[in-house]
């Protein structure tokens, strides 16, 4: 009876968004954290909402410029899922298939300085050495790493009560595939080296609120589900801190009861992990009907209108956006965690 009840109350939202839909501000939300300092001093990162960006190094991927493929990407043994649709796109002839492809690629529309400046707090990256440079990559080379690290500190020189989660993953690579132990010390011993005290050590995270975290110089958490990584005391492993994270979807159905059944595990472990939802478009390249490629459900503002339908206590983390709805998920975020909903 549950899944039924569940079921209908999903319908029952496709139904009333299609109808009236949630309007968002264009505001600008760079120090959200910081004004809201007493509605959230007492709460750990765990029961806070907090935005995301799925592949945030991913914007300004232009066909019309160079574009360099990371190497790791394309290996078997390191193959990503982007990789094998690009396999696909190539044995294509329809060119909208390829303009597609690479917009799929765009997961973000600004970069990251500007997704921080919106609001957003957990951001994803993906990372390809090559030629000895340090990249983010979407199957594509992005950004270099170094460029997006001056973002964020100079983000946090201008916003210092503003805390940032870098996921990393195990999204890892290089020329000959996955990055061997020694590369993922080097690259540990950068981030140190960049980010220095602004790193935060993983000790007493389930107890840690948001008053400790202001009254240290810590700002930035690193996520990862990289075994080698996570021995570090400053990188935080997804495997003890986190829920299992449902698989992304493209069709909005599967989006929202993905939110649902991590409710439902959140209700049970009393937010005392992180829980991660994705809420962006993705495509399995294993089970894509490459007739009718990236042609998905366009009706994900229904989510937004789904979330504006829970109470304020409902148990949500970390949600995790693409581009099109990403400042509507920070107006959302400051609403739940703050009770104000005047960015509805």
Not at 64 to 72: A, F, I, W
Not at 121 to 140: G, K, P, V
Request: proline letters at 3%; a negative charge.
């Amino acid at each position: 009876m549950r899944a039924v009840a569940r079921n209908t109350s999903i319908i029952t939202i496709l139904i009333s968004g299609i109808l009236s839909g949630c309007a968002s501000s264009n505001t600008i939300n760079s120090s959200w954290m910081g004004d809201y300092r007493k509605e959230l001093k007492n709460k750990t990162l765990p029961q806070l909402m907090i935005p995301g960006t799925h592949y945030a190094n991913a914007y300004d991927i232009d066909p019309q410029k160079h574009l360099e493929v990371c190497t790791g990407e394309t290996l078997p043994a390191s193959m990503s899922n982007n990789a094998k649709l690009a396999a696909l796109v190539a044995a294509e002839s329809d060119i909208d298939i390829h303009r597609d492809f690479v917009d799929y690629l765009n997961t973000q529309d600004n970069n990251i300085r500007a997704q921080l400046n919106n609001g957003i707090r957990y951001l994803e990256l993906q990372i390809c050495i090559q030629d000895a440079t340090y990249y983010t990559s979407n199957y594509y080379l992005t950004e270099n790493l170094d460029s997006i690290v001056s973002q964020i500190k100079a983000f946090l020189n201008e916003n210092k009560d503003e805390v940032i989660i870098i996921d990393l993953d195990n999204n890892l690579r290089s020329f000959y595939g996955y990055l061997n132990e020694d590369d993922l010390s080097n690259l540990h011993n950068y981030f140190q080296v960049q980010f220095g005290s602004y790193l935060t050590p993983k000790k007493d995270w389930q107890t840690t609120t948001m008053k400790d975290i202001w009254n240290t110089h810590h700002r930035i958490i690193l996520f990862s589900s990289n075994k080698f990584l996570t021995r570090y005391y400053d990188v935080w492993d997804k495997a003890d801190i986190a829920l299992a994270e449902p698989m992304p979807h493209y069709t909005t159905i599967k989006k929202l009861t993905a939110i649902q059944t991590t409710m439902d595990a959140e209700s049970e472990n009393q937010q005392q992990k992180f829980s991660l939802i994705p809420i962006y478009t993705w495509y399995n390249a294993a089970n894509i009907d490459t007739s009718n490629m990236f042609n998905g459900d366009s009706n994900d503002h229904l989510i937004i209108n789904y979330l504006y339908s829970l109470p304020l206590d409902a148990p949500l983390n970390i949600i995790i956006s693409d581009n099109p709805y990403n400042r509507q998920l920070v107006n959302y975020a400051i609403y739940k965690n703050t009770g104000t909903n005047e960015n509805k």
